[in-house]
Every structure is written in C-alpha cells, then in structure tokens.
C-alpha cells in the first residue's frame, strides 16, 4: 500500500523559509515523478513542482518560482520542498502526491494527507 | 501556462440525478486531462485520466470525454457519497494547472 506521510508545516513569518518533507512507502520511489499540490483554506487545487524520478529535472508553477526548491533523496525515500521568501498567500495545505502514467497519460495516483504551512506575523 | 476553466462552479442536484461538469483549456491539450473528487477535509482522489480511462474501483456511473480544449464529466445517477467537490487537471505541460472546481451540493 502506497503512504505518503508529510511533515514540516507551521507557523512561519513573511520573508521567512521552511522546509517540508514527504516520506514515501509502498512502492519503489525512484521509479516515480513526485508532485507538490497545495490548497489555500476554502480555495481549489495549486499545482506546485513536480520532480521526476531520477531527480534530474524539475517544474515550478510561475507563483513560486525563484523561491522554492523540489528536491528527492531516492536512498531514503523522501520528497523535500524548500520554501523561502515566504509569503501570505503561501498560506495552504501542502500535499505530497505520486504521479503515475496511464500510458503515457500522467495523473496524481495518490496524495498524503497534507501539512498547514500558515505565513503571518 | 494552460488555463482551465470548469463550469459550474457550484452544482445542487439530487440523489439519483444525472450531472454534468464541463472543462475548457485555453489551448489544446490533447486527451491530457484528468479528474478529481474532493470531499471535506480529505485529499483529492482520481477518478478518470487521459479524458476518458475510468481508474479501477471507480463505479462506472462516472464517465468522461473530450478532448482538445472541450472536456466533459458525467455522473449518470448521483449517489449520496457523490457530493464533493471535483476538479480537472491538464498533464499535457508543466505547470500541470488545475480547474477551480465544481461543487457538487445536496438539493
């Protein structure tokens, strides 16, 4: 069975940095891309990043490019997400999710259960 | 970046009833799209991938089609775990953007 388990999230300052971790199970992580999806309290889905297995290349949505970093350690199963100059409107549920591809098609396959980074002073 | 763009936002419909949720993209992006159930509290789930592949467990009274910029989402007879929110995804170029979401509500 596939888990994903995020940690990290809290209470951060604007211009402030933190970073989230994601530990995978259940499946063999370096043979899979890893997606950040986040979701401001009451608002929809934001694609965040997405790092692809090998960890060779990465995407950034136009929102947090510049200030955050996907990064995986496939020897420990872990997905990281280093988030600086911080801001309130980063303020959101941050999940892990496991890409997979349907021939081709890729989809979210299966997401953790989320960790509330919260930006205020 | 692709922009899509989900109509209604918000759906009150009743058990039994037929519902349909409709999906642009700005430009087209193939067979490239995805769908999503949300329910409060919980992580998003996939219902359907490549516009119209039903993923295994999910009850056939789901469907889809489309493809290009024009996508459709069906539920043929709405059952009371239904209600939730969904969402469309393009996974035809990063970033893979998603819909604003159709709330789907209890009449």
């Known amino acids: 069975e596939v888990q994903l388990l995020e940690s990290g999230g809290g209470l951060v300052q604007p211009g402030g940095s933190l970073r989230l971790s994601c530990v995978a199970s259940g499946f063999t992580f370096s043979s899979y891309p890893m997606t950040w999806v986040r979701q401001a309290p009451g608002k929809g889905l934001e694609w965040v990043s997405v790092?692809?297995?090998?960890?060779?290349?990465?995407n950034y949505a136009d929102s947090v490019k510049g200030r955050f970093t996907i990064s995986r350690d496939n020897s420990k199963n872990m997905l990281y997400l280093q988030m600086n100059s911080l801001r309130a409107e980063d303020t959101a549920v941050y999940y892990c999710?496991?890409?997979?591809?349907?021939?081709?098609?890729?989809?979210?396959?299966?997401w953790g259960q989320g960790t509330l980074v919260t930006v205020s002073s | 970046d692709i922009q899509m763009t989900q109509s209604p936002s918000s759906l009150s419909a009743s058990v039994g009833d037929r519902v349909t949720i409709t999906c642009r993209a700005s430009q087209s992006i193939s067979s490239y799209l995805n769908w999503y159930q949300q329910k409060p509290g919980k992580a998003p789930k996939v219902l359907i991938y490549?516009?119209?592949s039903l993923l295994s467990g999910v009850p056939s009274r789901f469907s889809a089609s489309g493809s290009g910029t024009n996508f459709t989402f069906t539920i043929s007879s709405l059952q009371p775990e239904d209600f939730a929110t969904y969402y469309c995804q393009q996974s035809y170029s990063s970033p893979r953007t998603f819909g604003q979401g159709t709330k789907l509500e209890i009449k």
């Open positions: 999710v496991k890409d997979r591809s349907g021939s081709g098609y890729y989809f979210a396959d299966s």
């Open positions: 490549a516009a119209s």
């Open positions: 790092i692809i297995g090998s960890g060779a290349s990465t």
